[in-house]
């Protein structure tokens, strides 16, 4: 049995439709294996995001050609649909597939020789206009479920309209059979995933209408049976109704946890992105949450070093954020993307200022995680616990998102629990009390 490994870089959407991938290649009879292990195939799903993506591939490549020179290496993904030629030319790559081709990977595999340069089969991204449905299950206990895919906005720093396309859409009953199909795996949580999911609806049938909103698609995934968790990924703060704030506070289904991108908190550099909302229009979606969901936690992506990001600025972002009631922050450092308009904006701001900026937000973000998982001290939560074994150790997320930890045992895995938030350990994970089983059970379960 010819044998097949995956390396996946970047978001859940690549790896969701990594292991659709996978699961073709499974169905021709290939047995999938780990990127470590020896394969006749290997397939890195790219990201052009990731910082030094160019120099990560390599490596990636390298690693695979040590395990089975003979082996065949195949590249997909955001960076191959933006670089073919470039990922071609790289020692020891077969193949490289852009957007419309890397679903149909399987027509490729059996005609492959050994050349100088890998073949390229990509396309104008134009060309990418339909939707292919994927999911992942990741460690047995969520899944992410992909549900929109490409985007429409322009933002200035971006490059993923050019390697993902137009915004488009799965149909609404596909979305409803993948999350059943899903649950019936017995997965507890399903993880929404895309690339601007706000704007789900877009696309549906292959045309430029709204068929449905994302209010709708929540609504429609609240009602079915089985799914214990239901988790929104990312979504742009213009594209979060209040009727979803409010739809999400009272159902039983979604959880408190909502990962908003924010860019800046100075509306001179969200204009200089071409963000659709301002800092305060932030704030009001912010507050909406708070309001009705006082226990939620609130994520938050944003950029340091855009260029025009004088000293002022940056404080304002900071600032911004120190006084907003979030929870965590994912900070990014500018870096200049080909064919983006940023790329070629006045007032760059030096590398070692970037990363200054960046570290201090980092700081600020230590401090607002310890600050909310400080607030749920007390409090009773539902954890969701995951499959590895880590030092001794199974961790797990409360529905809002705090990690909690306890010591291994297997019979926990993919199980959901009541617990009671006791006090923060050395790294940063909540001990806590089972609150739904009494010890003596817990001690049979733990036997
Ligand atoms: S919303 Fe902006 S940042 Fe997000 S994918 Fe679209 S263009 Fe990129």
């Known amino acids: 049995m010819k044998k097949v490994a995956f390396y996946t870089l970047g978001c859940k959407l690549n790896f969701s439709e990594t292991s659709t991938i996978a699961r073709g290649f499974q169905d021709d009879g290939y047995e999938r294996v780990d990127f470590s292990d020896k394969a006749d195939m290997y397939v890195i799903n790219t990201c052009s995001v990731t910082e030094n993506a160019d120099k990560r591939f390599k490596t990636i490549v390298k690693q695979a050609q040590k395990v089975n020179p003979e082996a065949f290496v195949a590249a997909i993904g955001c960076y191959a649909q933006l670089k073919p030629e470039e990922l071609a030319a790289v020692d020891g790559v077969d193949l490289v597939l852009g957007a419309s081709e890397k679903f149909k990977i399987a027509d490729y595999v059996n005609d492959l020789t050994k050349n100088e340069v890998g073949q390229v089969h990509s396309c104008e991204i134009t060309e990418a206009d339909f939707y292919v449905g994927s999911y992942a299950i990741g460690d047995r206990t969520r899944a992410f479920l992909k549900v929109q895919d490409g985007c429409d906005y322009k933002c200035t720093y971006c490059t993923i309209p050019l390697a993902r396309g137009i915004s488009r859409s799965d149909t609404l009953e596909n979305v409803l059979k993948n999350a059943a199909e899903i649950s019936a795996k017995g997965i507890k949580e399903i993880v929404l995933t895309g690339v601007n999911i706000g704007d789900y609806g877009k696309g549906e049938f292959g045309n430029k209408k709204h068929e449905h909103t994302f209010l709708e698609l929540v609504q429609a995934l609240d ?48 204009k200089l992105m071409k963000r659709r909302y301002m800092s305060a229009l932030y704030t009001d979606r912010v507050g909406r949450i708070k309001q009705t969901m006082p226990d939620a936690c609130i994520g938050v992506d944003v950029i340091v070093g855009f260029p025009g990001e004088t000293e002022e600025r940056f404080l304002e972002t900071y600032h911004f954020l120190n006084e907003l009631d979030i929870s965590y922050l994912h900070v990014f450092t500018y870096s200049e993307r080909d064919n983006t308009l940023a790329a070629d904006m006045d007032d760059v701001v030096p590398k070692n200022v970037r990363s200054k900026r960046s570290k201090m937000l980092r700081g600020l973000s230590v401090k607002k995680r310890r600050a909310f998982y400080e607030s749920q001290l007390g409090t009773t939560r539902t954890v969701l616990f995951e499959g590895e074994n880590k030092e001794g150790y199974i961790y797990g997320f409360t529905e809002n998102y705090v990690k909690v930890k306890a010591p291994w045992n297997p019979a926990l895995v993919n199980t959901l629990h009541q617990i009671e938030l006791k006090e923060i350990d050395i790294d940063g994970s909540v001990r806590f009390d089972f609150v739904d089983v009494s010890v003596e059970i817990l001690g049979k379960i733990l036997k």
């Open 223 to 270: 009602r079915v049976a089985g799914i214990h968790r239901l988790r929104i990924s990312s979504i742009e703060p213009n594209l979060l109704k209040n009727e979803t704030i409010d739809f999400v506070a009272q159902s039983g289904s979604f959880v408190p946890h909502f990962h908003i991108p924010l860019q800046s908190g100075s509306d001179a550099i969200l």
